[in-house]
């Protein structure tokens, strides 16, 4: 398992621009893949977007695609997920995930085996 804490949510306005971090310990981070999901109230949790160990060829929800960025630092074992351009429906709690000993994004939550706590991120009209 790999210990993961979020940060860097928090309110934005329609339109703007937040940076999310996520910080892993207890496992390099160079053979995992590492995810973003998040969960809206009343909703399940969602893909957002994944990328490999190498960090080459993310993956990204349709309703995120071209708004957001994922990228990773092995050395910091943390990934990031930058986001602009967001939208009142955007709005949800973000977790990061990881799968350890895989190479291949899955964007089911079920597939997923580390989770962080979550960080909030509102976005005002």
């Known amino acids: 398992q790999v210990q993961l804490v979020e940060s860097g949510g928090g309110l934005v306005q329609d339109g703007g621009s937040l940076r999310l971090s996520c910080a892993g310990s207890?496992?390099?981070?160079?053979?995992?893949?590492l995810g973003w999901f998040r969960q809206a109230p009343g909703k399940t949790r969602e893909f957002v977007s994944a990328?490999?160990?190498?960090?080459?060829?993310?993956v990204y929800a349709d309703s995120v695609n071209g708004r957001f960025t994922i990228s990773r630092d092995n050395d910091k074992n943390t990934v990031y997920l930058q986001m602009n351009d967001l939208k009142p429906e955007d709005t949800a709690i973000y977790y990061c995930?990881?799968?350890?000993?895989?190479?291949?994004?899955?964007?089911?939550?079920?597939?997923?085996?580390?989770w962080g706590r979550g960080t909030q991120v509102t976005v005002s009209s």
């Open positions: 995930a990881a799968r350890l000993g895989v190479t291949v994004i899955n964007r089911h939550p079920s597939q997923w085996g580390s």
């Open positions: 207890g496992r390099p981070f160079n053979r995992a893949v």
């Open positions: 990328t490999s160990w190498s960090g080459g060829s993310p």
